[in-house]
Nanobody, 122 residues
Framework: QLQAFGGGLVQAGASLRLSCAAS????????MGWFRQAPGKERDFVAA??????????TYAESVKGRFTISRDNAKNMVYLQMNTLKPEDTAVYYC???????????????WGQGTLVTVSS
């Protein structure tokens, strides 16, 4: 089971770090992704990181490139999303997901956590 947390209400320009914890599952063998879903919109890809065995490479959506950083701490079984210079359009529920390989589509992931809400005010 995955659980995303760390969301909140911040002003534009602020930073937040989201965390994704796993229970009953070791994340080290999985590629991990972050997605977000704004009200009335589809779930969109944000960032992904390959498993350690696959080199740990990262991939980002163009809209967050240069502002967001995905990372993982395999020893702690955690994945993070550092979000800097937040914009109102980043407002969404953020989800973490685990899958067999890096994918920019939701169907590429097998396990999903409950989301955490990020609200960015202007």
């Amino acid at each position: 089971q995955l659980q995303a947390f760390g969301g909140g209400l911040v002003q534009a320009g602020a930073s937040l770090r989201l965390s994704c914890a796993a229970s009953g599952r070791t994340l080290v063998t999985y590629s991990m992704g972050w997605f977000r879903q704004a009200p009335g919109k589809e779930r969109d890809f944000v960032a992904a990181i390959a498993s350690r065995w696959s080199g740990g490479s990262t991939t980002y959506a163009e809209s967050v490139k240069g502002r967001f950083t995905i990372s993982r701490d395999n020893a702690k079984n955690m994945v993070y999303l550092q979000m800097n210079t937040l914009k109102p359009e980043d407002t969404a529920v953020y989800y973490c997901a685990a899958g067999g390989g890096v994918s920019v589509t939701a169907r590429g992931y097998d396990y999903w956590g409950q989301g955490t809400l990020v609200t960015v005010s202007s």
